[in-house]
């Protein structure tokens, strides 16, 4: 399967006044997951970034602007990022989990929407960022589910169905996620194809890309002074290697900081 072709690229131009920019994806936020939200919170609270870019599957699952009901897990995440998005300039961007977060929630929350893929031009250089699941190319079964759900008929088929039928599909669907991981490394999974990583670069003249989606924090070499640097996802309620990690941009470069150092 080769790689989705770039449309013609949104670009964003960060202000003069930009020092320094975060980057999180990945940290799958649920109510089961107490300990990684509070992590979230804190982390929003305190950032010295002038700008957050969250770069997909912020949520374990969406089902709908409409389950942010008062009291809801989806209406507390919404207070937060509100809170967040009042201190400092906060895009999102869908993940594979969070396809279906709407102009309605983003709206609410005061959070710029920022599409897939999307080239940021800060500190003298274009970044190319992406949650990273359309590239990883040997995924076939995944890329023809993801053809599928992308599509605005299907999407408008699912969200007419009743709030309590489609959260009971979205059970059914994490159920089945976790049981085919069960048993199964991280590094087992489809990983990003560089070739089409390459192509994707040299079509937006970007020398980085930033993304998520493979749970595989590292930074990769890609030849020709391309290069792609993978974010870390959050996992801090339980299991044997708890991690939460920010990509922090300044002028200077990238580093990867803890929670704490973050902060």
Request: aromatic share 8%; with cysteine.
């Amino acid at each position: 399967m080769s790689a989705l072709p770039l449309p013609p690229l949104p670009e964003l131009a960060a202000p003069a006044g930009w020092q320094v920019v975060d980057f999180l994806a990945d940290l799958h936020l649920h109510a089961s997951e107490p300990a990684t939200f509070a992590a979230w919170q804190r982390y929003l609270h305190a950032t010295p970034a002038d700008a957050l870019f969250i770069l997909g599957d912020l949520f374990e699952v969406w089902i709908g602007d409409d389950a942010a009901t008062a009291g809801s897990f989806e209406a507390r995440c919404a207070d937060v990022l509100r809170a967040a998005a009042a201190r400092r300039p906060v895009y999102f961007m869908r993940g594979n989990r969070d396809f279906l977060v709407g102009h309605a929630f983003l709206g609410h929350c005061q959070v710029q929407d920022l599409a897939d893929p999307t080239v940021l031009v800060f500190g003298g250089a274009r970044w190319l960022l992406s949650h990273g699941d359309a590239l990883c190319l040997d995924d076939t079964a995944y890329q023809q589910f993801r053809q599928q759900v992308r599509q605005p008929a299907w999407q408008q088929a699912f969200l007419a169905r009743p709030l309590d039928e489609r959260a009971a599909i979205a059970r059914q669907m994490r159920q089945h996620s976790q049981m085919r991981q069960q048993g199964q490394a991280p590094e087992t999974y489809a990983d990003v194809d560089e070739h089409a990583a390459r192509a994707w670069l040299r079509q937006a003249r970007c020398a980085t890309l930033i993304h998520g989606h493979t749970h595989r924090p590292a930074d990769h070499a890609l030849g020709d002074g391309l290069a792609r640097i993978v974010l870390s996802d959050w996992h801090l309620d339980g299991g044997p290697a708890p991690r939460a990690q920010v990509l922090r941009l300044t002028a200077l470069g990238h580093a990867r900081l803890s929670l704490a150092e973050a902060a």
